[in-house]
DNA sequence: GCGATATGCTTGCACTCGCAGGCGATTCGC
DNA sequence: GCGAATCGCCTGCGAGTGCAAGCATATCGC
């Protein structure tokens, strides 16, 4: 528990819980979203044609299927992302953002930016956040479909 | 989005999505508890006495008091902590924590310290580590309840 | 003292999520 | 071709959580 690497896993886990629960509340008062979706809009647009199967969201978010499943259903409605079926497989149905998706996902962007800047600004030099993007590259290597 | 302060906050929260999941799997299958139950352990265990109220213990964890009078009853069911009114002010109900669970938190500390060596372990020198303690130090300050 | 306000805890309701099971589509072995 | 195994998706159920409301206790203004 004095362990270097205990402190800094718990430091983490702390980090991040405060940032993401500052994060939900602005984004749903704001934006009428919450930080999951934002997320899936954020993955659809960081994916080849703003389009990807369930399944591979599913993967990349840490969630179950049948989250994704219920999550496209209001998003959706509210126009949002669309639905599209693939040709070759009719078993694969794409999750692909609309212009309206990808309008919110870019004001939710804003927010989200300024909040990392709220966390990072007055705290830390530039080359600090050089060594701090590096170390966290190495951290999340290996599962691939990265975010950032 | 390519600013270095929201690259650092999405690979910050994948990080920590990522820790949180392999740890969650673990924990239930070893110590059969959650990861939250071990947080509220924890909490006690750095807290004076080994004690706290569950307002205390609601805030420090980011959930509502709800959360934590529902969480308390298996936990005490099972003798992991107890309940103590406080003599001054009958509202005020502490969590204590048992010689059982301090017991269990000691094991799943144990396992935590192993994946936190797994994270950091192989990708990181010992001065990197260092850095990104106090790093993660100056982000957490403010809230003064630290758990680290 | 005594009512008004504030604080801590608990409970009803609604929402989100994962898991297990089921369905339809595809691929593989023969 | 054809049955079996696999894969992607959706639905029923249970667990966990937050919010609003309610209750008990404590504190403040007078």
Redesign the pocket.
Known sequence: MTDVYTTNALRLLQVADDFRAGLSGEFSAIHGISV?EFLLLLHLERSAANRL???DLARRM???????????VPMEKVGLIDREVDQR?????FVVATTAGRAKLSEALATFSKRAGYLFGDRCEDEEMDQFASMLRRLIAGTGDTLA
């Open positions: 999951n199967p369930r399944v840490h969630v179950s299927a049948s989250t994704i499943t219920r999550m496209a497989d009719a078993r694969l149905v």
